[in-house]
């Protein structure tokens, strides 16, 4: 018996999607699903097409073929953007930026409001929530390029977090830091799970985020190469480690 109340829409629906660069595929034939609130972490070698692939969710590289839900709505029907939030990928904010850590957060918020309406009270709560939520309440007043690397990634989560997203992207978020911060980007992203949030996290450190992540996307040449809980994940991984010692041996 229906009760009448549908599903939500899946965050992600790809099928046999391509995306790439110039006309040129680099990932193919991707059929993926996504349901709200799972943390899923994207692995794979260096140039497999990892960023290509998320970045291809946010219209930032090239759809190429098969279809491309994402909240429910066509890619390009997509207009909200501020409903993904998104990390870059190698980004701190040093080289001169002469801004407030608070002002940086609260550029996530431009998408949201009319150019000529300013700021209100809402937008600095805003600010000051996201800015709680990755532990930098205390440094809003800073220059951000008084903090560190890794401070200066989670003033770039709480940019990604200040609209209200609702599902976060982001490419290698914990790469690049020092290990302390690493500890510390991995409880946000923790805390942000428990709370609910669909995540999407490109990374080379699968260990820091034990026990947050709940799926495991490999993509390899190109291709998703894997798909399933972190546990299978260990037991393909050591799997392939047998194959190739018989293969050496
Ligand atoms: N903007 C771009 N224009 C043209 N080619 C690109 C662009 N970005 C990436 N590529 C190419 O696409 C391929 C996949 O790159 P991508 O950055 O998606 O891989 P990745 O798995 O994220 O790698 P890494 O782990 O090194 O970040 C590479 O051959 C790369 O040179």
């Given at each position: 018996m229906s009760t009448g109340?549908?599903?939500?829409?899946?965050?992600?629906?790809?099928?046999?999607?391509?995306?790439?660069?110039?006309?040129?595929?680099?990932?193919?034939?991707?059929?993926?699903?996504?349901a709200p609130g799972q943390v899923v972490a994207v692995l794979g070698p260096n140039g497999s097409g990892k960023t290509t692939l998320v970045t291809g969710l946010l219209g930032l590289s090239d759809h190429l073929g098969g279809t491309v839900e994402v909240l429910g709505t066509p890619l390009?029907?997509?207009?909200?953007?501020?409903?993904?939030?998104?990390?870059p990928q190698r980004h701190t904010l040093s080289g001169g930026v002469r801004a407030t850590?608070?002002?940086?957060?609260?550029?996530?918020?431009?998408?949201?409001?009319?150019?000529?309406?300013?700021?209100?009270?809402?937008?600095r709560e805003a600010v000051r929530r996201a800015l709680e939520t990755v532990g930098l309440a205390d440094r809003a007043r800073f220059d951000v390029d008084t903090l560190s690397g890794g401070q200066q990634r989670r003033v770039l989560i709480a940019r990604?977090?200040?609209?209200?997203?609702?599902?976060?992207?982001?490419?290698?978020?914990?790469?690049?830091?020092?290990?302390?911060?690493q500890v510390v980007l991995a409880g946000v992203l923790r805390r942000l799970a428990t709370s609910g949030t669909t995540m999407l996290v490109v990374t080379h450190e699968l260990g820091a985020l034990r026990g947050t992540v709940d799926r495991v996307l490999a993509v390899d040449a190109g291709h998703l190469s894997f798909d399933g809980t972190p546990q299978e994940y260990a037991v393909h991984q050591a799997e392939r480690a047998r194959a190739a010692g018989r293969e050496d041996a």
């Open positions: 109340v549908s599903a939500p829409p899946p965050v992600v629906d790809l099928h046999r999607a391509s995306f790439g660069h110039q006309g040129r595929p680099v990932v193919t034939d991707v059929d993926l699903t996504i390009a029907r997509l207009r909200d953007r501020t409903r993904i939030g998104y990390v850590v608070a002002e940086i957060v609260a550029t996530g918020l431009l998408a949201t409001r009319p150019w000529w309406r300013p700021a209100g009270q809402g937008d990604a977090l200040v609209a209200g997203p609702e599902v976060l992207v982001m490419d290698e978020p914990t790469a690049g830091v020092d290990e302390a911060s």
